[in-house]
């Protein structure tokens, strides 16, 4: 394999790697929170869903750009294409803002909607508001994601 693909492959890998490590952060601790909630109250469970969900967002766009990558290379049912190292590197690069904003991001909604938990678990009423915290944090994900697919787009293959 050229240095260039490997390159390109690493870069997707990545971005599933660290954006999986997140959500499964973010998930893992609003999990927890969740649990304890719920051992006192079970009803509550279609309340904290929504909130435990919330963190596996960046995995999938995590997943999504790796999917995009391994299109523009046509690892699916195309011939691979031939990269030079510098287009490999470009490639690698464009997939660092989804990697480490889809890392950071779901770890700290994790923290967010765990602090929710807490929150509807007293105040059933007031839930859309610890979505709405957790959807701020979201932001960043997504601009991350969106300027992954921009630089993405913008490599001439």
């Known amino acids: 394999m050229e ?4 390159l390109a492959m690493l870069g997707s890998a990545f971005a599933v790697i660290f954006g999986g490590i997140g959500s499964a952060i973010g998930i893992g601790l609003v999990g ?3 649990s304890g909630v719920m051992s006192e109250d079970p009803e509550k469970f279609g309340s904290l869903l929504i909130l435990v969900a919330l963190p596996g967002t960046q995995g999938i766009y995590g997943f999504l750009s790796a999917f995009l990558v391994i299109l523009k ?5 195309e011939t691979v294409v031939t990269l030079t190292t510098f287009q ?4 690698f690069m464009t997939c660092l803002p989804i990697a480490f904003t889809g890392l950071m991001s779901g770890i700290h909604q994790g923290k967010v ?3 929710g938990v807490y929150m509807v678990a007293k105040q059933p009423k007031d839930m ?3 979505v709405i915290l ?4 979201e932001t960043y994900a997504v ?3 969106l300027i992954t697919i921009i630089l993405l787009n913008g490599i001439q293959l």
Do not use: H, N, W
């Open 3 to 6: 240095l260039g693909l490997a």
């Open 32 to 34: 927890q929170a969740s």
């Open 73 to 77: 290379l046509g690892l699916i049912g």
């Open 88 to 91: 490999g590197l470009q490639i």
């Open 113 to 115: 909607c765990a602090s």
């Open 128 to 130: 859309m508001k610890p």
């Open 134 to 137: 957790a959807a701020l944090v």
């Open 143 to 145: 601009l991350g994601l």
